[in-house]
């Protein structure tokens, strides 16, 4: 069975980050968070709550020579931060992103040949760096029609194809399924395919519109469940959505959508 994991940046955002994480663990859940440099690491260790992923880089792009040396050097950086917490993944997108989550180097229209060799180039040595540190990054797909404009390689089918061509141990793909239901649906097609080449880190989910917790919108996550029990998918689900209203009510909303009906 899959591990159930929630984004502390997202729910009870009233309370301090390590309080967040500490409701959090006492509900079950492992935790999730995002900019690591923004958070106190120390009082975050001390909650006692498993992390289960962070944001593996702090400045970077996978498009150009001299984005991707920043993103190596500040993988490496992450790399440490997620050694304190006892963190297994590292998350990545196309490029940096800003405090309202667009891009820092935005791209106009498709990404160029040139981009998807320097893409997966720079994705072959993070790899690399995972897998001497005894850590996975994931590449997150996004969606570029409501919330990350202009991000490269954002579609699911981007990031499944650089993933697939790295083929390392040490890079997969963290499968937002509502990222995936805004750019290109079809979810548990999605998921099966991911799956059935072993390149799924984690997956994220939220529901559409909204980006509330599960139960809130259109996608049907009891059925994506169901495949993924089908499918014996035992990696981590994460909540990476707002509540809707009561926070503890959210995540209980999220732990039935993905419990009684994988049951």
Sequence with gaps: MYTLAVCAEMVFRDLPIEERA???HDA???????????????????TGAVFSSMTGYIRGSLTDEEGAAELLRTAEESIKAAGQ?????LNLHGTGLDGQGLPVHPVTGEATGPMWIAAHRTLGRIAELGEGAGVVFTLENLNTAVDHPGVPFAKAADTLALVGAVDRPGLKMNLDLYHAQIGEGNLIELV????GRGLIGEIQVAD???????GTGEISYPAVARALADL????????????????DLAL????TAFTTAAA
């Design 232 to 247: 014996g998918y035992d990696g981590t689900v994460a909540m990476e959505a707002w509540a809707s209203g009561d926070d």
């Design 85 to 89: 917490l006892g963190c297994p993944r």
């Design 192 to 195: 099966r395919r991911a799956h």
């Design 252 to 255: 209980e909303r999220f732990r």
């Design 208 to 214: 559409v519109p909204g980006r509330c917790e599960p």
């Design 22 to 24: 500490r409701r959090i």
């Design 28 to 46: 079950g859940f492992q935790v999730e968070i995002w900019d690591w440099t923004r958070h106190d690491l120390a009082a975050l260790e001390r």
